[in-house]
Nanobody
Framework: QVQLVESGGGSVQAGDSLRLSCAAS????????MAWFRQAPGKEREFVSG??????????VIADSVKGRFTSSRDNAKNTVYLQMNSLKPEDTAVYYC???????????????WGQGTQVTVSS
């Protein structure tokens, strides 16, 4: 079993920054992929960014909708992944989830473990 706990959400103004954290415990094998998704009211869950626990080939994967503003990172010693969100916009308002899967995918159905989610609200 894997337990994922997100933190760091909140209410901010447009242009502000937030850093979300996802602390993992349990079966967090180094080959697994950690992703961030978000879901706004009435919309489907959307891939935002992700990173392998043991990525050696490059930087994090980032969706085009947030490229240049968001990025993922990890701290293996703390079993924690982060989503740094800069220049936030009202359209970034959503519940943000971290998830662990066996490989990189933008399809939420490919992920077996999910956190409880953390609300991010951006006002103009």
């Amino acid at each position: 079993q894997v337990q994922l706990v997100e933190s760091g959400g909140g209410s901010v103004q447009a242009g502000d920054s937030l850093r979300l954290s996802c602390a993992a415990s349990g079966r967090t094998f180094s080959s697994y992929f950690m992703a961030w998704f978000r879901q706004a009211p009435g919309k489907e869950r959307e891939f935002v960014s992700g990173i392998y626990w043991s990525w050696t080939g490059g930087s994090a994967v980032i969706a085009d909708s947030v490229k240049g503003r968001f990025t993922s990172s990890r701290d293996n010693a703390k079993n924690t992944v982060y989503l740094q969100m800069n220049s936030l916009k009202p359209e970034d308002t959503a519940v943000y989830y971290c998830a662990q899967g066996q490989f990189y995918s933008r399809n939420p159905a490919e992920y077996n473990y999910w956190g409880q989610g953390t609300q991010v609200t951006v006002s103009s």
